[in-house]
Every structure is written in C-alpha cells, then in structure tokens.
C-alpha cells in the first residue's frame, strides 16, 4: 500500500525567509514523487517532481525538493518566501508498477508574513 | 491560467436533478481524471481514463456516471445526488497514464446539492 504524510497542517514563515514544507512517503520500490500548490478556489498547480537521478529537484517558482531515500522523504523547500508563496501544498506519490494511482498527503497550508 | 477547462464553475442542484459537469483540454493529453475534493482536504481519485476508455474507477456510486466522448473532452452526467456530495469536482489530464507524468488540472467546479 502507498501512503504520503504531511506531518504539518500549518507552516508560518516571515517573508525573505527560507521555507520548508515536509513529506515523507511509504511505497513498494521507488516511488515517483510530485509537489502541486493549491491556490484559493483554484485547481492544482504541478511544482515539481522527482523520477530518477539528482536527488535534488527544481521546479517551477524558485522551489526545490530534496528525496532522501534513506528517510522516504521529499521535503519542499525555498530559499527565500514570497507573500505570494501562502497557499496550500499538497505532496503525493505513485507507485511504479501495479496499481500506480497518484495519492496525495493531507495538505500543508503555508502563510508567509509580510 | 489552467490548459484544462471546466464547465461549469459553480453548480447548484437538488436531489432530484440531473447536471453534467464537462471538462476539456487541447494539449494532446491521453489520460483524463476526475477527483472530488473536500474542503481542507487532498483530492480523492473517482475516475481514471486512458486513451478513451475507463481504466479506473474508485468505486464511486452510480449516481455518477463519466464519459468520454473523445480524446480532449470528460463529462461527468450526476443524477439523483445527495448533499454529502457537494464539493469541489476537479479534472485533470497527464500526457499519458504512466506514473512519471504530471497531472494538468481544472480550477475545479463548485457543485452544491441541496
């Protein structure tokens, strides 16, 4: 069974900050992963995602994700959040093989303070 | 702006209505999904096409029915619904239905069932 946990419901951080948006994953073998922001009464935006090779992924808007297999985490990370960053992130896992739904974890709200 | 179209954008029924809610996209994709999202939760799979035809459904009631009448377009036909189904419908569409590729979503229609 595939499951993604998005161990925190808020996260707050001062504007020019750096930003760090938590998730780990539970998936048979290697997962692929993916990062989606949702703005208010809007559907989801794709950030980023991870398949294969550099551990470390870019993706759209400044933001990077790190996949720490030793730790089955794909951590979202900024170096420097923008007002405009505030918004509800949701991360989410498929499986490679067998029944590869996209499951997504519980969602983070991140409120950057100006 | 979002290259996956959904009509409409809000939707108020009763229980005794019949509705379609319709979702189109030209990017070629060959996969098409429709997921019920919750307030402050993640998105729930209902639906899954590949190329055409119904590849994956989660077991959803046959008060909702789907279809695809061609590669670009979705429509899910709601009959008979109850209030518990008032939510948010998102559609989506990925390049193909394998695992690595990102999912294109709606903004979504807000349907009300009174």
């Known amino acids: 069974a595939q499951s993604v946990a998005q161990p925190e419901d808020q996260v707050n951080v001062a504007e020019g900050n750096p930003l760090t948006v938590k998730c780990t994953y539970s998936v048979s073998g290697n997962p692929y992963l993916f990062w989606y922001v949702q703005y208010p009464n809007r559907g989801l935006q794709f950030l980023l995602k991870?398949?294969?090779?550099?551990?470390l992924v870019k993706g759209s808007y400044g933001f990077e994700a790190e996949f720490n297999k030793s730790q089955t985490s794909f951590h979202l990370k900024k170096p420097s959040a923008l007002v405009g960053d505030s918004a509800l992130y949701f991360c989410?896992?498929?499986?490679?093989?067998?029944?590869?739904?996209?499951?997504f974890g519980t969602g983070t709200r991140l409120t950057v303070i100006p | 702006d979002t290259e996956v179209t959904q009509t409409p954008k809000h939707l108020v029924m009763g229980m005794t209505n019949k509705k379609s809610l319709k979702c189109e996209q030209h990017m070629g994709h060959r996969a098409m999904y429709w997921y019920k999202q919750k307030a402050k939760k993640p998105p729930e799979l209902m639906f899954v096409y590949s190329y055409e035809k119904l590849s994956i459904n989660e077991s959803v009631p046959s008060r909702f029915s789907p279809e695809c009448p061609n590669s670009s377009l979705l429509n899910l036909h709601l009959h008979a619904l109850q209030p518990e189904d008032s939510a948010l419908y998102l559609c989506?569409?990925?390049?193909?239905?394998?695992?690595?590729?990102?999912?294109?979503f709606g903004n979504g229609t807000r349907l009300t069932v009174t």
């Open positions: 989506a569409s990925s390049q193909e239905p394998d695992g690595n590729s990102p999912l294109h």
């Open positions: 991870y398949i294969t090779g550099d551990n």
């Open positions: 989410a896992v498929r499986a490679r093989t067998g029944a590869n739904n996209l499951f």
